[in-house]
């Protein structure tokens, strides 16, 4: 079974400048995260996407970034224009619904990620 | 809002020994997770585990929920397991968002 794909691996920006990350789930996962970590920090969520669908994007600071699921499969996040503190690692995950009994295990499968760096 | 604590921040071991790595919660949780991110960053879910035991080779996992902490243990600790090992939970609280533990950076000596 494939994992989850993103790319680019790395991306150096000047401030100002626009960014594009893409994300593509493992088959069949109808739940897309993207996550920013910052050096020395476990992952912040940014949004959350049901099929195409938003679930929560409270964490995500709409004056700069937006993020799209068109079609309910691969996603693109996107930060325009980019701040030095925007440096950091974003991560896309996955996620099925695993039913077990009574309750749903929601296991999150993490792609490699792309590094970014705002000069 | 939730906390997650995790200890110790760093460890050091040499290959072969065992390691025990905590991790506290302030409040009643929905899921329960730990990861390992490799230093490559690659982070793997490991353990999907709100309440009981789970083993998973030479890695177990205890979550005691009642009492609000979960441990991971390693056993014959390899240079391969190096790496931060985080722990993650949701609730209703967080909207069933995982809050993360700033992690445990573990280094395995040859």
């Known amino acids: 079974e494939a994992g989850v794909a993103q790319s680019p691996r790395y991306k150096i920006i000047e401030k100002r400048q626009s960014v594009a990350f893409w994300c593509n789930p493992i088959?069949?996962?109808?739940?897309l995260y993207w996550y920013q970590q910052i050096l020395g920090q476990g992952p912040k969520l940014l949004i959350q996407?049901?099929?195409?669908?938003?679930?929560?994007d409270s964490q995500l600071p709409k004056d700069r970034f937006s993020a799209e699921r068109l079609k309910g499969v691969d996603s693109t996040l996107k930060i325009q224009p980019a701040k030095l503190e925007d440096s950091a690692v974003y991560l896309c995950?996955?996620?099925?619904?695993?039913?077990?009994?009574?309750?749903?295990?929601?296991?999150?499968?993490f792609g490699p990620g792309t590094r970014l760096l705002v000069l | 809002g939730i906390q997650v604590e995790q200890s110790p921040p760093d460890l050091i071991l040499q290959e072969g020994a065992n390691s025990t790595l905590r991790c506290n919660f302030s409040?009643?949780?929905?899921?329960l997770q730990w990861f390992h991110q490799n230093p490559w960053g690659q982070l793997i879910n490991l353990f999907y585990?709100?309440?009981?035991?789970k083993q998973n080779g030479r890695l177990s996992a205890t979550t005691v929920a009642t009492e609000r902490y979960s441990l991971l243990y390693i056993s014959s600790s390899q240079t391969t397991d190096s790496g931060v090992y985080f722990c993650?939970?949701?609730?209703?609280?967080?909207?069933?968002?995982?809050?993360w533990g700033a992690g445990t950076k573990l280094i395995i000596k040859p």
């Open positions: 993650a939970v949701d609730s209703m609280d967080s909207n069933y968002q995982l809050i």
């Open positions: 409040d009643s949780v929905n899921n």
């Open positions: 585990i709100p309440s009981g035991t």
């Open positions: 088959s069949g996962h109808a739940t």
């Open positions: 996407f049901q099929n195409n669908g938003v679930v929560d």
């Open positions: 995950a996955s996620s099925p619904k695993l039913s077990t009994g009574m309750s749903f295990e929601e296991t999150q499968y």
